[in-house]
């Protein structure tokens, strides 16, 4: 970042002044998300992300400005102020849908899918995934597939249709496993295992729980079923 900024001090040209305020405002972008994802300071995380923002609205970079406004949403749901947290992402999704990017259309649509969900508001949280699930299977983005089908199934396990829940997390983890991305293969078992717990089905229930500490201590985290 401060190689960033001396760049731009000294820089004359504006085609090149412009190249290093997008890169600044991917770098803070970027910061926060260390912030948040690693060391879990979601304050920290969210004073870079309103930098990035700032910055992105002062040269007109849309791009910039709707991932920034993403990020500054996702954080509202963390702190589960629903009511930011979808002003946020209907912004950036409006700003995605204006300049065609379908990944982050995509990505918003999951974001604003998890706000319903964490709402109980299930139709609805169904209705955005099942939209992003389609953006992303067209875009062909195996990491954001297996993301939605996962939700999917969690939404089906809320609304106790077990087997739908199950079809969906099976697939879920059908994709986690061909990109071996651990956290996607830990959510979608511990999905699995208490899907058959709720079933009655405790045996098996209790195996997936065994593989899901099995692969959490290999990874470093532990993970719980919310």
């Known amino acids: 970042l401060k190689l960033i900024r001396e760049k731009l001090s000294a820089v004359k040209n504006g085609k090149e002044k412009k190249f ?20 879990f300071d979601l304050s920290k995380a969210m004073e870079y992300y309103q930098l990035s923002r700032k910055k992105a609205e002062e040269i007109n970079d849309k791009y910039g400005l709707a991932g920034a406004l993403l990020n500054i949403g996702v954080i509202y749901t963390d702190l589960s102020d629903y009511s930011k947290a979808l002003e946020y992402q ?21 974001n604003l899918g998890n706000i319903y969900k964490n709402q109980s508001k299930y139709s609805k949280a169904l209705e955005y995934f099942e939209n992003s699930l389609t953006i992303q299977q067209q875009r062909s983005d195996t990491v954001e597939i297996m993301t939605c089908l996962n939700n999917i199934g969690l939404v089906y396990e809320k609304l106790s249709d ?20 651990s956290d996607g293969i830990i959510r979608s078992l511990s999905g699995i295992g208490n899907i058959l717990y709720l079933s009655g089905r405790q045996k098996e229930a209790e195996q997936y729980s065994n593989d899901v500490l099995r692969l959490s201590k290999v990874v470093g985290d532990v993970y719980i079923q919310s």
Do not use: H, M, P, W
Request: hydrophobic share 35%; with cysteine; charged share 30%.
């Open 90 to 110: 209907e912004k950036s999704l409006k700003i995605f849908r204006e300049i065609g990017v379908s990944r982050g259309i995509g990505i918003c649509l999951n």
């Open 20 to 39: 290093y305020q997008k890169a600044e405002i991917t770098i803070l972008r970027n910061t926060g998300n260390i912030y948040k994802n690693s060391l």
């Open 162 to 181: 077990f087997s739908k829940a199950r079809e969906y997390l099976e697939r879920g983890l059908d994709y986690a496993k061909r990109i071996n991305d």
